[in-house]
């Protein structure tokens, strides 16, 4: 027996109707479902629906958890806002009753908290390029929380992580732990984009540590830390070069690496070697401390190591560099050194030791060495501002020289290993270095204290913690990181370590922002902020340099550098292709993206451009090299000391857009002649560490020159590139003489790559080189220091 359906027909062939069931809440209005326009912190980490209420919403009541609402960024910037405007008010009123002095520096306060909100009243709109953020926004219907999921997101994979065994072989724990920002770390990811997976040789989103080919940091490195430092044979300490010898490693110091890392005070170190080795040839040499000898030997060290680069003909035996540094060790490099109270010989001792790891190719020594260095000095007060009455203007100056010193070199062991630095710089209000020369100085002390004085806001660049470096005008024009009028100074010793410095420190911020741990919460929109930001401040920099320190100056506008002048433009021109490479190197999987999504999507064209800014700065970098390799080149005018560095970041930077862009491109052959032209000066060079460096760039050139059948060895290695060792000494002003700006094999720019992300990196700025005047005697420009205050020392 079947059930009549409700459907069935009546008698009467009509269907009847069923009448609905009156709902007990059917009289009340129908209640549109709510939108909570902030979630919890909870249910956002859950990735759960949150009701909103407040205090506590559904899921924290029943889970018992905290429930934490954050403010939106526009509330907290109003808040703050109001705030400083109290605390404006207040300065106000208490100006009236503070002498001169305090007044002077509540109206710096004033003047600069006044920018500060009117550019807090006029926020820029320039966020994501070409797009409308809150027309976005309404468009869609979508909270601040959502906005995140529809940016593009920079890669930040695996910068809170650990991926392989750092503890297994001992080649691994000599290399120790590199992190994303390190060239070593991107030749591995590209390794594993062309082994890995379809999946990650596209997106780079694929678990590095799941691939089966998973490459060890160890493998890839090209540095020596696994290199034993250890001599065979027992050294005297107290033994002695001859004093022609000491002299000229002396003046290889001096004129080669002081500049960029004026630890010492010239003037009075030159003067007490020189009345030693007066000593030394008369027979009467004296007794000295321990740890100005283990200075002496260490300078002698990195002097040594300069002159097998360049193959003098006065060289001594390959290994006396590591004799020399055996020497300082014994004097002040021992197992008694961290039981004893740090004084300033001993923070220079360790900072010239860190130093010289470095030029050897001991990237993680000199890492651990220099942030003993740091913690010596910082245990001194070197890190914030001294007002010691009873120390000189010239004094205080030596020591802020000392302090930057050792933040430079650990700011480039940071970016080389990719390991946090172990200076906050929100805890620091050391002034930066005054843009005069030493000798200057001696002449004009009191205009240095009067500078002081006044400026102690404009020239203290992080005393402030912020997630990056603020970029706002003064009204001079320049940065707030520049003291007034600094785009007119004089170029010369003092001016170039303070760009070298204020570039140092903005390097912090991208190492910051882009490359922590705590990168990995933060959201898109952020990221695509800081990076925008930190490029106009890079930008800034570069435009606010003297005129004959600015590498992208047409030639009418700069006169003909002396030596001296020349490799400092040119260092400074390497350092800021290195900081542009670190602030878009994340965005390089942008060339990755379709053309489609690069016409349609805001955050893909933001990534896309990026990544052609990324390549730019690397092709600008090798640009700086003429098209032959002269490797005497760069042992005179460039940073020597980390030159293979710059090659293999910039290698790297080819090598990554080879893998990211398609099988067939237009622009493969112009990156395929960069990555040629890197290798042949790895080839040409002829150091242990470059050697290494050509192994490791070679084999990875040739896995993606076979799978898009780039030009191979065969094609392009120059049987004829001469060796250093027979090149004359003028070796230098010849390269000069025959530079220009290299092409690759007569092939231009897309008209894609050529369009510059920023105003200061297209493919047509690229810096012109100007040949040093010959006749120019640099023995006669040294700058030198007056003084005798360095009692420490002798």
């Not at 869609?140 to 890669?155: A, H, K, T, V, Y």
């Not at 695509?528 to 930190?534: L, N």
């Not at 940073?639 to 990211?660: C, D, E, G, K, R």
């Not at 237009?666 to 290494?692: F, H, P």
Request: net charge neutral; hydrophobic share 35%; charged share 20%.
């Amino acid at each position: 027996m079947s059930t009549m359906s409700s459907n069935a027909p009546g008698p009467s062939g009509r269907k009847v109707a069923i009448p609905r069931l009156q709902r007990v809440n059917q009289s009340q209005p129908f209640k549109e479902r709510r939108r909570v326009g902030r979630a919890c912190t909870a249910c956002r980490s859950h990735k759960i629906k949150c009701t909103g209420d407040v205090p506590q919403c559904k899921h924290c009541e029943t889970t018992g958890r905290e429930c934490v609402y954050i403010m939106p960024r526009k509330d907290r910037l109003k808040t703050v806002t109001e705030r400083s405007g109290q605390m404006v008010e207040m300065l106000k009123k208490l100006r009236r009753f503070a002498n001169n002095e305090d007044g002077a520096r509540i109206a710096e306060l004033l003047e600069a908290a006044e920018d500060d909100m009117f550019e807090t009243r006029h926020p820029p709109t320039i966020s994501i390029p070409d797009t409308n953020e809150d027309e976005l926004h309404r468009s869609r219907g979508i909270s601040d929380d959502d906005m995140g999921e529809l940016l593009e997101r920079p890669n930040t994979e695996s910068l809170d992580l650990v991926n392989e065994n750092l503890h297994e072989t001992d080649q691994a724990r000599a290399t120790g732990f590199v992190g994303a920002n390190s060239e070593v770390q991107w030749l591995r990811s590209f390794l594993l984009l062309e082994r890995g997976d379809s999946d990650a040789a596209t997106s780079e989103r694929g678990s590095s540590a799941n691939t089966a080919n998973n490459e060890q940091v160890s493998t890839v490195t090209f540095y020596l830390d696994s290199k034993s430092l250890d001599l065979e044979f027992h050294i005297d300490p107290y033994e002695f070069p001859t004093a022609d010898v000491a002299e000229q490693l002396l003046s290889i110091y001096l004129e080669k690496v002081h500049d960029s890392f004026p630890i010492l005070p010239r003037k009075l170190f030159q003067d007490q070697c020189r009345k030693y080795f007066e000593a030394v040839r008369s027979g009467s040499a004296p007794r000295l401390s321990a740890k100005w000898q283990a200075i002496l030997n260490l300078v002698f060290a990195i002097g040594a190591k300069y002159s097998h680069l360049i193959r003098a003909r006065w060289q001594a035996d390959e290994r006396d560099h590591l004799i020399y540094q055996a020497r300082a060790s014994a004097f002040a490099w021992n197992e008694n050194t961290l039981e004893q109270h740090p004084d300033l010989p001993q923070i220079q001792v360790a900072g010239l030791l860190a130093f010289y790891h470095l030029s050897v190719g001991q990237v993680s020594r000199a890492w651990v060495v220099v942030g003993v260095a740091l913690r010596f000095a910082t245990a001194l007060g070197l890190h914030v501002r001294n007002e010691d009455p009873s120390a000189s203007g010239a004094k205080r100056e030596v020591l802020v020289r000392v302090w930057w010193s050792l933040y430079y070199l650990e700011r480039q062991l940071t970016i080389i290993t990719g390991r946090p630095s172990v200076i906050v710089d929100s805890n620091c209000s050391v002034p930066l270095p005054v843009p005069f020369s030493e000798q200057q100085m001696s002449e004009n002390i009191n205009i240095v204290d009067t500078l002081r004085r006044s400026n102690v806001i404009a020239i203290s660049p992080i005393a402030r913690s912020r997630p990056f470096s603020d970029s706002r005008p003064t009204s001079g024009g320049h940065s707030d990181r520049s003291p007034p009028n600094f785009g007119l100074a004089e170029a010369n010793s003092g001016s170039y370590f303070k760009a070298v410095v204020q570039l140092c420190v903005i390097s912090q911020s991208i190492l910051t922002s882009l490359y922590s741990a705590g990168t990995m919460i933060r959201s898109p929109n952020d990221l695509q902020q800081d990076i925008f930001q930190i490029g106009k401040q890079i930008d800034d920099w570069a435009a606010s340099l003297p005129m004959n320190f600015n590498f992208q100056a047409p030639c009418n506008n700069v006169s003909t550098p002396d030596n001296t002048t020349f490799r400092q433009r040119t260092m400074l021109a390497f350092q800021f292709c290195s900081a542009k490479i670190l602030l878009t190197r994340p965005c390089l999987n942008g060339l990755g993206k379709s053309d489609k999504e690069h016409r349609e999507g805001s955050s893909a064209s933001f990534l896309r451009r990026m990544a052609v800014a990324c390549v730019e700065a690397a092709k600008m970098e090798v640009d700086l090299l003429p098209d032959q390799p002269q490797p005497r080149f760069v042992y005179e005018f460039g940073p020597w000391w980390i030159f293979v560095h710059h090659l293999m970041q910039a290698l790297a930077v080819f090598l990554l857009a080879l893998s990211y862009s398609p099988m067939v491109h237009q622009n493969n052959e112009v990156l395929a002649g960069y990555c040629t032209k890197i290798i042949r000066w790895l080839r040409a060079m002829e150091d242990s560490q470059a050697e290494r460096a050509h192994q490791v760039a070679t084999g990875c050139y040739d896995i993606v020159a076979t799978r898009l059948s780039l030009s191979g060895p065969k094609m392009w290695i120059d049987t004829q590139i001469p060796v250093s060792g027979s090149r004359p000494d003028d070796a230098a002003q010849a390269a000069f003489s025959a530079y220009h700006r290299p092409t690759v094999a007569g092939i231009s720019y897309s008209s894609e790559l050529t369009t510059p992300a920023y105003s200061g990196i297209a493919g047509d700025s690229a810096p012109f080189l100007y040949a040093p005047d010959g006749s120019y005697d640099a023995q006669n420009n040294r700058n030198v220091y007056g003084g005798t205050y360095f009692d420490q020392l002798q």
